[in-house]
């Protein structure tokens, strides 16, 4: 039932302050991640010495935010890699290693492949992180962390992302806890992660002024989304969304590549996308912006208003709540999600069925 909603992808993208609260609940107190949340054998945690991810699609994206987290907060080594690609190589297990899927049907074909192979390389343990409690990963994997964020109709997948990201913050801090994170750390990230559904429900605020952006996309045929850091798999994420629904070319790329070559794609009919954090990055990534507008691209800035980007010529400025840097991923993706829907529905697409895909990948 689509309720009051035109397609179930809006549906879903409105009910993300809800699941993620669902999410949390019960994997964290006032101060800690209640490591029970793992199951009963939870002393896994303080054995793990290196994490591999390995998942597909937008899942794939949310593993590639977690590195960031895992290697930032726990000192850990963490690789992430496409399930596709993992399962047809060798693949080199470092002692005490865990291995992490990601999946929101637990059933695509290649990701239950790397968990097979997975079982026979000697990995510490594995661990499935999935929405649905009665998936074959979650039945052929040790352990398992569900991501609440109930069926998910959409093709595109939004609350899937968003719970997915939720239960790998809770997993990163729970991991960091055994690799000298503070307790008052912990509580500070804890404390954070409480506020995550009420700065989410203001990210959904911008919908309006998002529906008024959308509509000068609908006649684009490239766009060029960019971020530093844990934007980048959020800059990936947006660019897939637009891709799948309203079948707009988009590329992301780590906003210091630009140089390197997507430069030379810069001109009056490219818009960028740029997803502005509020950290020690904001003055690079700035002067990235400049060099985009230097050669007449069309700007489209997500920032929060302390970034005093919102009242520069030539940028069109939407709002993201000021957050703590640990939640702007999360936070950044709601957006970028309702631009894509707009965007859609301007360009008239089957939102909900796009053209060619499936919304769970059991065949290879
Ligand atoms: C994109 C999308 C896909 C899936 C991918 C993996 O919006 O939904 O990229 O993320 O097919 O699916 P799961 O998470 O079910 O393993």
Known sequence: DKG????????????????????LDGRISETKVLTSCFGAESGFLKDIENVHIVACGTSYHAGMVAKYWIEDLAGLPCSVEVASEYRYRKVAVPKNTLF?????????????????MAKELGYLTTLAICNVPSSTLVRESALTLLTNAGPEIGVASTKAFTTQLTALLITSVAIAVENGLSAEKEQELVQAMRSLPAYVSDALSQDAHIKVVADRFANKHNALFLGR??????????????????????????AGELKHGPLALVDE???????????????????????????????????????????????????VPKVDSILEPIVHTIPLQLLSYHVAVVKG?????????????TVE
């Open 100 to 116: 992490l899927t990601l999946s929101q049907s637990g059933e695509t074909a290649d990701t239950l492949a790397a968990l097979r």
């Open 4 to 23: 009051e909603f035109r397609h179930y992808m809006m549906k879903e993208i409105y009910e993300q302050p809800k699941v993620i609260s669902a999410c």
């Open 349 to 361: 697409t089957d939102v909900d069925q796009p053209r060619n895909l499936a919304k769970s990948v």
């Open 269 to 319: 009919d490219m818009p960028i996308i740029a997803l502005v954090p509020h950290n020690d990055m904001l003055d690079k990534l700035k002067s990235n912006l400049q060099e985009v507008a230097a050669r007449g691209g069309e700007l489209y800035v997500f920032a929060d208003k302390d970034t005093d980007l919102n009242n520069e010529e030539n940028i069109t400025f939407t709002e």
């Open 229 to 254: 850091g844990t934007m980048f798999p959020i800059a990936l994420e947006g660019s897939l969304k637009l891709k799948e629904i309203s079948y707009i070319h988009a590329e992301a790329y780590p």
